[in-house]
Structure formats: structure tokens, C-alpha cells
Nanobody, 124 residues
Framework: VQLVESGGGLAQAGGSLRLSCAAS????????MGWFRQVPGKEREFVGI????????YFGDFVKGRFTITKDNAKNSVHLHMYFLELEDTAVYYC??????????????????WGQGTQVTVSS
């Protein structure tokens, strides 16, 4: 299964962006899909997840209500909606998926599938 991301780019501080991630196989049935981000020299950081059956969402503390995650079961895709962007949101954003939801989902090593990453740059 491949995860294909799209929607990154340049945004102004205070603006918004939407990232999308689609699984290559229509029969893929994850337990959870989510997003991490990474800047050079730092560890990959948990952004948020959505559970596939119940559509519950959980976010990293830094989000503070600025981001939402939605999914489209028919297209096996998830979307990260980012609002009120800050300079500190500049990073490469990675889509991730897991067939199980038993582990600590704030940890990157709890996910088996990853996208290639998409750059988000927030300017002042």
C-alpha cells in the first residue's frame, strides 16, 4: 500500500492549507490514519490522527484547535485542514496509516505505512 500526499505549498501566517493523503489500494482498511511533521534536525512530531471506524480525532498539543482531520472512506483518503497557520508550522508533513490502534499513536513507530512527505512553508 502506498500513501500519496498532496496539497502542500506556501501559505501566509494566519492563512490556511489543506493536505490530502490517499491510499493506493481501495481495499486497504486501516484502523487509523494520521499526520506527522518534521523539520531538519528534529524528530518527527505527532500532528493528529483519525480513527477509521468511529472517526474520532486526536491532535498534538501544539495544534490548539487550529487543525481538523476528515476522511473519505470511499476514496480511502484523509485530509488535514490547517487554519491560522503559524511560522512554526513550517515542516515536511507526512501521512501515516496503521492497521492497528493498540500502540501509542503519538509515536511514529506505531505506523506501518508512510507517504513521501509534502512541504508546508508558512511565511510572514
Amino acid at each position: 500500500v502506498q500513501l500519496v500526499e498532496s496539497g502542500g505549498g506556501l501559505a501566509q501566517a494566519g492563512g490556511s492549507l489543506r493536505l490530502s493523503c490517499a491510499a493506493s489500494e481501495r481495499t486497504f482498511s486501516p484502523a487509523v490514519m494520521g499526520w506527522f511533521r518534521q523539520v531538519p534536525g528534529k524528530e518527527r512530531e505527532f500532528v493528529g490522527i483519525i480513527t477509521w471506524v468511529s472517526s474520532n480525532t486526536y491532535f498534538g498539543d501544539f495544534v490548539k484547535g487550529r487543525f481538523t482531520i476528515t476522511k473519505d472512506n470511499a476514496k480511502n483518503s484523509v485530509h488535514l485542514h490547517m487554519y491560522f497557520l503559524e511560522l512554526e508550522d513550517t515542516a515536511v508533513y507526512y501521512c501515516a496509516a496503521s492497521r492497528t490502534a493498540y500502540n501509542d499513536l503519538r509515536r511514529p513507530d506505531s505506523f506501518e505505512y508512510w507517504g513521501q512527505g509534502t512541504q508546508v512553508t508558512v511565511s510572514s
